[in-house]
């Protein structure tokens, strides 16, 4: 799903725009403690891959991880990440759809829904923006 749009962001900042821009920091909870890979995306718009397409990728090294993005366009983001498990750059999903690894967005930690960009969205500004993801997962661990 982000993996495709952090593949050329090895970094740990991330310049996407002019130098009067916003700095977004994300500090990313609920990580689970196994050998695997957090991305993180900035999202316009919707939360398709599409839509998803400023994005970083860190090695997990503690049960939370913070993933800064410099040089931010003013406007209404939001923020998806996801855990990858397996190492195969994507969100795994069942045949219903529902994700199998931990992810989260932005916007209320409670979710008795399918995500949608209107409640993801914060609202960017100079000179910045800190927020909280916190993964979760859909279904039990397998």
């Known amino acids: 799903m982000l993996a495709a749009c952090v593949a ?3 970094t740990a900042v991330v310049s996407v725009g002019p130098a009067h821009a916003a700095t977004v920091t994300v500090t990313v909870d609920g990580i689970e403690a196994v050998p695997s890979t957090l991305y993180v995306a ?13 994005g970083q990728e860190a090695p997990v090294r503690g049960a939370s991880e913070r993933v800064v993005f410099a040089d931010v366009e003013p406007g209404a983001y939001a923020v998806a990440a996801f855990q990858d498990q397996n190492g195969n750059r994507r969100l795994d999903r069942t045949g219903l759809g529902l994700p199998t690894e931990p992810y989260g967005f932005s916007g209320p ?17 100079e ?13 039990p661990r397998r």
């Open 42 to 54: 900035l999202c316009q718009g919707g939360l398709s891959e599409a839509e998803c397409r400023i």
């Open 8 to 10: 050329a962001c090895p």
């Open 109 to 125: 930690s409670e979710r008795t829904a399918r995500p949608d960009f209107a409640r993801a969205q914060v609202a960017v500004r």
């Open 127 to 139: 000179p910045g923006l800190a927020l909280r993801v916190r993964l979760t997962r859909a279904l």
